[in-house]
């Protein structure tokens, strides 16, 4: 039996669940009506599977009802509290945003971005990122934001896929008190791609660049540019962005988003979940670069004209005091942040949290990966001094937004350390077996969501057929997202983790085949498989095994080159613990890599009885390659 703990905001609105349990439908077109829409839509749902367009016909614009609807009441009501990593500090008015956004709208369009073009942004934790993002939605560009931590080669291709024709950036971001050169990554990204048009670079750090022919400096382009440009009246599918994230398969897909139904499934997510009040102070920890960004610090705050912290840096820089100094600052109301972070900063103690003044906070949140309960329980007590209900929310970059969490805005429910609670209103989520039968209660099985929902994917961007194949094909009309579950008795939903060959290391999603055939294009190397196994404080952490090619013999030469090249070709997040070289990988007769073998070998775990592998691998093979395997590793 897990604890419980009652806590709540004393919120109570059953009849929200009641009105989404007896018309999914219907719900949605109702909540979609607190957004401002240019024209109303036609048709609440066009559900043609596993494609769904919602609120067809309905013209919108993001930008407009994240700043134009804000206009009248809070144009001087903070919109962003920026904090720099450097002890900088800018405050952002509605109004601010409000002209900042147009003007950068108009520069977009005076070098020739128009609807439905694609823009890549490489920007630090700026508010010239949320700004650009708002600017290309104002004028119906489709914005696609790659994490600054990316390298030139994962960066390449993904303007390559996009077909950017416009590349924003800036000259350097800070991290950790360095200057990471992101101009530098850009030219080196974008050589050979004439359909680059344009090069926006933003002075940050005024570190020396060297601009060529296609670059032109943010602040030059935004002294013309006219105060005014209104907001393009687009479809309610019109793809707001595409945001790239790892999968099973060797490349990053990009999942595309539309603009109503995403809309509305943030608007009321972030009313449910955060009981977002007028007077609050929200902060949410991710960078924009990854889905909580995109959702959570840019578009669901603004829509509902909050006021929200972003900062810039490292959370632990320059010391492990900084986020509590910054909750402290800006009296933080509520907070959202992932297990990782939280895992490290209570490894720090309690007497750094203790000295700050956190007595503002009064709900507290986690994305991302599965909390410990330890974690969980040490975030209440230490953090939110037993006052401050916990929302842990699962969601996807796929899902757009939430779509299991507790919602202390609309109800009060018993909350258990570690259990995302339910699923959301208007949300039909099991756990089922390989048959798409419900398993029994405490049993782990796969995780379903069994009708459409207004935040989800409209398709993965030039790819419908792997849309259909990654999430549509194990269970007909049914999206399946690659998670373990369980339901408790109480009907309580678990995350179990992931069920497919993504890892989630520090909450970033890193698929194992991408960092395969990464490693394995390194010239030493034949063949190459990876997993993820526990750590204390990332929650997994990656080991690679490589096989060389004949001939050549492992030397710390070219472990160095091969974590080089995975710092190079995908980004340091990717950066495996450690590497094995070994002389082969156990595999089944049909020559899929066994990486539950592998697993337990990194563990050091007992292998067990292998004559339950799956694939009917022969048990005497497999014993013989733990054998080989653990040989060439010393272990
Ligand atoms: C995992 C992040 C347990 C899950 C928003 C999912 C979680 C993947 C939780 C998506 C949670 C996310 N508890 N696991 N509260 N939230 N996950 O696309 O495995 O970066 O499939 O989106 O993170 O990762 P992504």
New binding site residues.
């Given amino acids: 039996m897990s604890e419980i703990f009652e806590i709540g905001l004393g919120n109570n609105n059953p009849e929200i669940r009641k009105k989404a349990d007896s018309d999914f439908v219907s719900f949605w077109d109702e909540q979609a009506k607190q957004l401002s829409w240019f024209s109303p839509w036609t048709k609440t749902l066009d559900w043609n599977p596993p494609f769904a367009r919602w609120f067809v016909g309905g013209k919108i614009n993001a930008s407009y009802n994240a700043l134009d609807v804000h206009q009248a009441s809070k144009s001087q009501k903070p919109a962003i509290l920026w904090e720099g990593e450097n002890d900088e500090s800018r405050v952002l008015t509605y109004e601010d945003l409000f002209v900042q956004v147009q003007k950068f709208a108009n520069v977009l369009k005076s070098l020739g971005v128009k609807s439905g073009d694609r823009v890549t942004i490489y920007l630090p934790m700026v508010p010239e990122l949320p700004i650009a993002m708002l600017a290309c939605a104002r004028i119906g560009a489709t914005h696609t934001v790659v994490f600054s931590g990316f390298s030139a080669t994962s960066i390449k291709d993904r303007i390559d896929d996009s077909k950017s024709k416009v590349v924003i950036t800036a000259d350097g971001g800070y991290r950790r008190g360095k200057v990471v050169k992101l101009k530098e990554v850009i030219d080196e990204a974008i050589q050979g791609f004439d359909f680059v048009e344009h090069v926006i670079v933003l002075e940050r750090t005024k570190n020396e660049i060297t601009l060529t022919s296609k670059d032109h400096l943010w602040h030059n382009l935004m002294d013309e540019a006219s105060p005014s440009c209104d907001a393009e009246k687009l479809n309610s599918e019109h793809p707001l962005y595409i945001l790239y994230?790892s999968g099973t398969t060797g490349k990053p897909k990009g999942v595309l988003h539309g603009t109503g139904g995403y809309l509305t499934h943030l608007h009321s997510t972030y009313k449910w979940a955060f009981d977002i009040k007028d007077s609050d102070v929200f902060f949410c920890t991710a960078d924009i670069g990854?889905?909580?960004g995109h959702s959570y610090v840019v578009y669901a705050p603004l829509l509902h004209g909050a006021t929200e912290v972003m900062y810039e840096g490292a959370p632990d820089f320059p010391d492990a005091s900084r986020m509590w100094d910054i909750l402290q600052k800006y009296k933080v109301t509520i907070f959202y942040t992932t297990p990782t972070a939280l895992r490290m900063f209570m490894k720090f103690g309690d007497d750094i949290p203790n000295s700050f003044d956190l007595s503002t906070l009064r709900l507290l949140g986690?994305?991302?990966?599965?909390?410990n309960p330890e974690v969980w329980k040490w975030y209440y007590k230490t953090i939110g001094k037993e006052k401050c209900p916990i929302i842990?929310?699962?969601?996807?970059?796929e899902t757009g937004g939430m779509l299991i969490s507790s919602l202390p805005g609309i109800e009060t429910i018993p909350l258990k350390p570690g259990s995302?609670t339910r699923a959301i209103p208007g949300v039909n989520i099991a756990v089922v077996d390989e048959n798409g039968t419900d398993v029994a209660p405490n049993t782990k099985g796969y995780l379903v969501i069994k009708n459409p929902w207004p935040g989800m994917l409209l398709t993965l961007w030039n790819d419908d057929e792997k849309y259909k194949t990654v999430y549509w094909s194990k269970y007909e009309n049914w999206y399946y997202?690659?998670?373990y579950a369980l339901k408790d008795d109480d009907d309580y939903l678990w995350?179990l983790?992931?069920a497919d060959d993504v890892l989630?290391v520090a909450g970033?999603?890193i698929g194992t085949a991408e960092l395969e055939s990464c490693i394995v294009s390194h010239n030493s190397v034949a063949e190459s498989a990876v997993c993820g196994i526990p750590d204390e404080v990332k929650g997994e952490v990656i080991i690679a095994f490589a096989v060389l090619k004949q001939g050549i013999s492992k030397n710390d030469e070219l472990e160095k080159e091969i974590l080089l090249k995975i710092r190079n070709d995908i980004g340091p997040i990717a950066t495996p613990k450690q590497i094995y070289f070994v002389s082969k990988l156990p595999k089944t007769r049909s020559g899929k890599i066994m990486r539950r073998l592998l697993k337990a070998i990194a563990k050091n775990e007992k292998i067990g009885d292998v004559s339950t592998l799956e694939d009917g691998a022969a048990v005497s093979e497999v014993q013989q390659s733990v054998e080989d395997l653990k040989r060439s590793m010393n272990v």
Avoid: M, Y
């Fill in positions: 994230t990854w889905v909580t986690t994305v991302g990966e599965p909390i842990d929310t699962w969601w996807q970059t995302g997202p690659g998670d995350l983790g992931r989630k970033h999603r």
